[in-house]
């Protein structure tokens, strides 16, 4: 039976190419044609291929659909909160998640740090969206057009000396975070706050979350945080993996194997 299992669903690769007939199945499969031809019409009774008019089989609409309502019935917190705990329980400080929604960029989970000092952030409270990092990484994954527009609308509160002043300054530094692929706030909201960030992908590459690690200058420097970035970004790539269905890799547990970082 596990067999059979494994040889219907390894069918579904090889239709993602495109359309394939009979042969070009059993051939794939190893198989004789009768065995594939019994496995092609298990699927298309389930709705997952369909069979067209020139006798060649392809992906099935019912398959899509079952594709999308995973989707949206993903929880991007659920299945990142414990990453965020396990990274927090590594470095100590203070991790965030965020997402843009309406406009918006807010904190959807918080797990605070393991020293007195604690920040003022809120889950549920929009972020500094001209200043922080995550707030950078969501808005530098919109379209040229969409970051410009957005851009323009902003106002640009100086929070600090190292806040960002304008709209052009704002698009560079999001080219800049495009580039790179993660983010820093070092004392753009607060004088005394760095942070850290790195992106969280969907299936089709786009950036669904950012989550992020900070810390006051009395804990730690803005030099000193900056070495947790490998770490950051491999929490990143795990949260990734399992929100869009591929090998999860482990999120790593010590922070004493940071090596350089390679943008």
């Known amino acids: 039976m596990s067999q059979t299992v494994d040889r219907a669903l390894s069918i579904l690769p090889l239709l993602a190419e495109g359309p394939a007939d009979l042969g070009r199945v059993a051939d794939r499969l190893g198989v004789h044609k009768s065995t594939a031809l019994r496995l092609l ?13 020139d006798q060649r089989y392809r992906l099935g609409a019912r398959l899509f659909a079952l594709a999308q309502e995973a989707v949206e019935n993903l ?10 705990v396990r990274l927090n329980e590594s470095c ?19 797990v605070e740090s393991r020293y007195p000092v604690r920040m003022y952030s809120r889950i549920g409270k929009p972020v500094a969206i001209t200043v922080a990092a995550v707030a950078k990484l969501l808005l ?11 851009a323009d609308k902003f106002d640009y509160p100086m929070y600090t000396s190292r806040s960002t002043p304008n709209a052009p300054a ?34 089709d590459g786009r ?31 795990a949260i ?4 869009s269905g591929r090998t999860p890799t482990p999120t790593p547990t010590s922070t004493k194997d940071n090596d350089s970082w390679q943008a």
């Open 41 to 53: 019409r298990t699927l298309h009774e389930h709705g997952l291929v369909y069979r067209q008019s």
């Open 207 to 237: 950036v669904v979350a950012a989550m992020s690690v900070s810390a006051p200058n009395v804990v730690v420097t803005a030099d000193e945080l900056l070495t947790l970035l490998p770490l950051v970004c491999r929490t990143a790539d």
């Open 240 to 243: 990734s993996g399992e929100y």
């Open 170 to 203: 704002f698009l560079r530094e999001l080219e800049k975070v495009r580039e790179q692929g993660w983010a820093t706030d070092l004392g753009g909201h607060e004088e005394s706050i760095n942070c850290v960030a790195a992106p969280v992908r969907g299936t």
């Open 92 to 110: 100590g400080h203070t991790v965030h998640l965020a997402v843009h929604e309406d406009g918006e960029v807010l904190y959807i989970d918080k």
């Open 140 to 150: 530098a994954d919109l379209t040229e057009a969409e970051r410009r527009t957005l």
């Open 75 to 84: 929880d991007i917190r659920e299945i990142a909160h414990p990453h965020l």
